[in-house]
C-alpha cells in the first residue's frame, strides 16, 4: 500500500508542481477563438515561456505581467503563406506592416523565386532575427537558373538531375515544400514534365506544391488543370496560389471552386489562397510576350532595337489586348520605377499622354517598351472583378494571403495588399459585409495554413502550442493601407505576441524580434 502511495505521489508531483507555478503572462477575459472554426468563448490564456500552457479560468492564478483582454478577440497569430520577404529582411527586421496586421508568421519563396542555399538563408535569419516566424518554399525559377540561365530550354537527363538534387538539398536543410512561378522567367519556359519530375524531389521530403499558375485570365482553366496534375503525379498536396481570375472570364470562379473540390473528391489534397482585392501586383514584364525574355536583359534589349523584331512585339501586344477585351493599359499602374520615380502611381495611359502620345493602344506598349528599357518597373495591375473575390473567399479551402514582402514604410506606391490584408478580411468582409463568420476568417488565417504546410504547434489556442498570439477589437480592426495611400497601418491589434515575448503593447510595436525560424518535415539536423 506503501509502494502504491508512493507511486500514485511521484505521478503527480510534477502537476502539482507545475499547479504553483506562475505564469509568465496571463490574457485575462478575452473572446477567445481557438483558430479551429469553433464558436468563440469567454476565458484566460495562460503563458509560460513560449508556450500557451493553460486556457480557462484563471483568476486565481498569478503572473509576472497580466493582460485585460475584456471586449476583445483572443486569437492565434495569424500565417500568411504568401509572401515574398526575400531581400527585406535586413532593411525592416521588425517586419511592422506584417506585424500590424496580425500576422506571426510568413512562408516565403513563393511563385517560384527563392534563396537556392536554404541552410545559408536560415543562418542570415537567425543572425538578423525578425520579429516574425519565417518558413520558406524551395522556388523553380532559381533552380532552373542556376542550372540552365535564362535560356529557352528543355534540360536534359543529367541538367534535370542537378536541378532534383538542387531541390532535395533544400528540403533536407527545411524548406516546406517547392514553389513555381509559370508566368516568369526562366520557369515560363519549362513543360509540365519538367515541374513535375522537381515536385517530386521535394515530395520525397513531405512538401507542399505551390504554383503561381501559367495563366490567371484567358486560359485559366488549363493552368489550373496543370497544377492539379503535378500534384497527381507527384503525390504531394497542392497550393495554388493567389486564386483568382481576370479577362476574359470573370465571374467563373465557381468552375475554378468546383475544380479544386473534383480534385479533392479523388483524393488529392488541394487548397487555395487569396488577398482579397481585385487588383494584383508583379513585374512589368508580364505585359511582354515570353519569347522576347529568353536570355536575359541584353538580349531584350537587342531585339527590341531590331526594328522588325520591335513591331512584331508591339503586333503581339496588340492581339493580347485584343483577346482580353482590353481598351487601353488604364489597369495597369506603376508602383515603383527606379530609373524615374515621377512614374509611381501613374498608370500607362496616364504617363503615354503625358509623355505626348495619343491614346491608343500602340502608344501605350511604345511606353510599356520605354520603361522596360531602362530597367522595367513593379506593377499593379486593376484586373478581377469583386464578386469572384468574395466567391473565392467564402470557399472553405481559402487561406488569406498577402503576396508581399517587408514594405518600407513610404517607399513607391506599393499594392495595399502589404499593409492590409487580414484587416480587410476582418473589417470590411467579417464585420461590414457579413460575408463569413469571424472564426470562419480567423481560421483561414491560422490552422488552416498551420495544417497545409507542417507548421508543428502554430495555428491553434492549446495548452502546448507556441504562443504566437495576437488580441484585436473586432468591432474596430481596419485596413487603412488604400490603392491611393498605400503607406498606412492596420489599425485594431492591440496586442501581438510572437513565441510568448510582446511585440506589440497597446497598439505600439515593441521593436521585439523574436521570431523563430521554421523548418519542414524533411528537415535533416547536421551533427
Not at 535586413?90 to 506592416?97: L, Q
Not at 498536396?237 to 481576370?246: A, L, N, R, Y
Request: net charge neutral; hydrophobic share 40%.
Amino acid at each position: 500500500m506503501l509502494k502504491l502511495k508512493l507511486l500514485l505521489f511521484s505521478c503527480l508531483l510534477p502537476s502539482l508542481l507545475f499547479a504553483q507555478k506562475h505564469f509568465d503572462i496571463i490574457l485575462k477575459h478575452g473572446k477567445i477563438i481557438d483558430g479551429a472554426g469553433n464558436p468563440w468563448f469567454y476565458g484566460d490564456v495562460g503563458i509560460i515561456k513560449d508556450k500557451i500552457v493553460s486556457i480557462g479560468d484563471l483568476s486565481k492564478r498569478k503572473a509576472k505581467k497580466t493582460i485585460d483582454a475584456a471586449g476583445l478577440i483572443i486569437a492565434p497569430g495569424f500565417i500568411d503563406v504568401h509572401t515574398h520577404i526575400e531581400g527585406d529582411e535586413k532593411k525592416t527586421p521588425t517586419a511592422d506592416n506584417f506585424i500590424y496586421d496580425g500576422v506571426t508568421t510568413v512562408i516565403t519563396g513563393n511563385c517560384g523565386s527563392s534563396n537556392i542555399d536554404i541552410a545559408k538563408y536560415f543562418k542570415q535569419l537567425d543572425s538578423i532575427r525578425l520579429s516574425i516566424n519565417v518558413a520558406t518554399l524551395i522556388g523553380h525559377n532559381d533552380v532552373r537558373r542556376a542550372v540552365l540561365g535564362e535560356k529557352a530550354i528543355t534540360p536534359d537527363s543529367a541538367q534535370l538531375q542537378q536541378m532534383e538534387n538542387l531541390v532535395e538539398q533544400a528540403m533536407r536543410d527545411g524548406a516546406v515544400g517547392f514553389s513555381t512561378g509559370l508566368i516568369y522567367t526562366p520557369g515560363l519556359y519549362s513543360k509540365t514534365p519538367e515541374v513535375i519530375a522537381l515536385a517530386k524531389a521535394a515530395a520525397k521530403y513531405h512538401g507542399v506544391y505551390t504554383s503561381h499558375m501559367r495563366n490567371e485570365s484567358d486560359k485559366i482553366f488549363d493552368a489550373i488543370n496543370e497544377a492539379i496534375d503535378v500534384g497527381r503525379e507527384a503525390g504531394m498536396p497542392v497550393e495554388i496560389s493567389h486564386f483568382k481570375v481576370g479577362l476574359p472570364n470573370w465571374n467563373k470562379s465557381d468552375q475554378m471552386i468546383a475544380m479544386v473540390e473534383k480534385a479533392r473528391a479523388e483524393g488529392l489534397d488541394v487548397t487555395v489562397d487569396q488577398y482579397p482585392y481585385t487588383a494584383s501586383s508583379t513585374t512589368l514584364n508580364v505585359l511582354l510576350p515570353d519569347w522576347l525574355l529568353d536570355g536575359g536583359r541584353d538580349s531584350v534589349m537587342k531585339r527590341l532595337a531590331d526594328p522588325v523584331i520591335h513591331q512584331k512585339v508591339v503586333d503581339e501586344m496588340i492581339k493580347d489586348m485584343t483577346r482580353r477585351g482590353r481598351q487601353h493599359f488604364d489597369y495597369a499602374v506603376v508602383a515603383h520605377c527606379d530609373s524615374d520615380t515621377t512614374l509611381n502611381g501613374k498608370n500607362i495611359m496616364q504617363i503615354n499622354i503625358i509623355k505626348g502620345g495619343a491614346p491608343t493602344i500602340p502608344n501605350e506598349i511604345e511606353t510599356i517598351l520605354d520603361i522596360t528599357k531602362t530597367g522595367s518597373a513593379s506593377m499593379v495591375f486593376h484586373g478581377m472583378n469583386e464578386d469572384d473575390v468574395e466567391n473565392i473567399l467564402k470557399f472553405p479551402l481559402t487561406m488569406v494571403a498577402s503576396d508581399s514582402g517587408i514594405r518600407l514604410f513610404g517607399s513607391g506606391v506599393p499594392h495595399p495588399r502589404g499593409y492590409g490584408s487580414n484587416a480587410r478580411v476582418l473589417g470590411y468582409y467579417v464585420r461590414e459585409k457579413h460575408l463569413i463568420r469571424l472564426e470562419d476568417a480567423v481560421r483561414k488565417m491560422t490552422s488552416l495554413p498551420a495544417q497545409k504546410f507542417h507548421l508543428t504547434g502554430r495555428g491553434l489556442l492549446q495548452p502546448g502550442m507556441f504562443a504566437d498570439i495576437v488580441i484585436f477589437d473586432a468591432g474596430t480592426v481596419k485596413d487603412e493601407s488604400t490603392f491611393e495611400h498605400p503607406h498606412a497601418y492596420s489599425v485594431g491589434f492591440k496586442y501581438v505576441l510572437v513565441n510568448g515575448q510582446l511585440t506589440v503593447d497597446n497598439f505600439k510595436h515593441t521593436g521585439t524580434r523574436n521570431g523563430a525560424i521554421l523548418r519542414g518535415p524533411g528537415f535533416e539536423q547536421k551533427k
